[in-house]
C-alpha cells in the first residue's frame, strides 16, 4: 500500500499545497508522513477529505490488515509474548512491538477475545518507556525477556535493632517469621518467595518505614494500616 507521501507526490503537491487543501499546516502534513503523527488518530473529517484529495479511500489510506493470525506470534499461558508494549498518547491507545512490526490494541481490551484479533497494525509507533510489568499484565501481554520480579535484600540485625529503637517497636509488635510470596499474579514461573516478620507501627509512620527501608535496598511492603512486612531471610 502507498503511503502518504507517496500519494501526494503522485499528485503533485507539496506538503503546504495538501495541508492547506484540507486546511491544515505544512507541519501537519510532514508529522502524518513522517510517523510522528499518526492517521489513525486524526478526525474522520480530515482523513475523508484527504482520501479524497489523495484520490484513494479511508480504508486504504488508514490500512487496517485482517485478524492478526496466531502464528505470527509466541504465546505462554494464553498470554501474547511481545518485545515492548507502552502507551501512545496521540493515539490514546496501547502500542505493542512485535518483531520490528506495530501495533494498536481497537478499542476497549476484551478478556473474551484472544488479544491478537483485537489489535490492528499502524505505521508509527510512540517512544517507548519502561512501565514496569502491570501494563504487561493487564494488557494479557508477557515481554518477551520475562517478567522482572525485583526482591530487595533482607534486613540484618542491626538494622532491625535500628527500628526497634527509633520507631519504640516492642516484641508483641514483631509477628513470628513466615513465607512471603512476590510476583506470583505473573505466573507460577515468576513467583519468587522469601522470609519476612510483619511488624506493627502507627498507622502515620508504616508509609516512611517502608519508604526508608526500600530506599536502603530492604524489601518491605506496607501492606495494611499500620502494618509493614519486612524480610528477613
Not at 492478526?68 to 512491538?97: A, C, H, P, Q
Not at 512490526?101 to 476484551?110: E, H, N, P, T, V
Not at 518507556?129 to 534486613?155: A, H, S, W
Not at 538494622?159 to 505473573?186: P, W
Request: contains cysteine.
Amino acid at each position: 500500500m502507498k503511503t502518504i507521501r507517496e500519494l501526494r507526490k503522485e499528485k503533485g503537491m507539496t506538503q503546504e499545497e495538501l495541508g492547506n487543501r484540507i486546511g491544515k499546516p505544512k507541519q501537519y502534513i510532514s508529522s502524518l508522513e513522517n510517523g510522528k503523527r499518526c492517521i489513525e488518530s486524526i478526525a474522520t473529517v480530515t482523513s475523508c477529505k484527504m482520501a479524497e484529495i489523495l484520490g484513494t479511500t479511508v480504508e486504504e489510506l488508514v490500512n487496517p490488515p485482517e485478524d492478526i493470525n496466531d502464528s505470527e506470534f509466541e504465546w505462554e499461558d494464553g498470554k501474547l509474548v511481545v518485545d515492548n508494549i507502552s502507551y501512545d498518547t496521540g493515539l490514546n491507545r496501547v502500542i505493542i512491538e512485535n518483531d520490528g512490526l506495530y501495533y494498536a490494541i481497537k478499542g476497549k481490551l476484551s478478556q473474551e477475545i484472544p488479544l491478537n484479533q483485537q489489535l490492528i497494525q499502524v505505521r508509527r509507533h510512540c517512544e517507548f518507556k519502561d512501565l514496569g510489568n502491570t501494563i504487561y499484565m493487564i494488557n494479557n501481554c508477557v515481554p518477551r525477556q520475562g517478567f522482572n520480579i525485583e526482591v530487595g535484600r533482607e534486613i540484618t540485625p542491626s538494622e532491625m535493632q535500628s527500628i526497634r529503637e527509633e520507631y519504640n517497636i516492642l516484641d508483641d509488635d514483631i509477628s513470628d517469621e513466615f513465607i512471603e510470596i512476590k510476583g506470583d499474579v505473573f505466573g507460577d514461573k515468576y513467583k519468587k518467595t522469601y522470609t519476612c516478620v510483619q511488624i506493627k507501627v502507627a498507622e502515620s509512620i508504616a508509609s516512611e518505614l517502608e519508604s526508608k527501608l526500600n530506599d536502603k535496598g530492604i524489601e518491605a511492603k506496607n501492606i495494611a494500616v499500620g502494618r509493614v512486612n519486612i524480610r528477613t531471610k
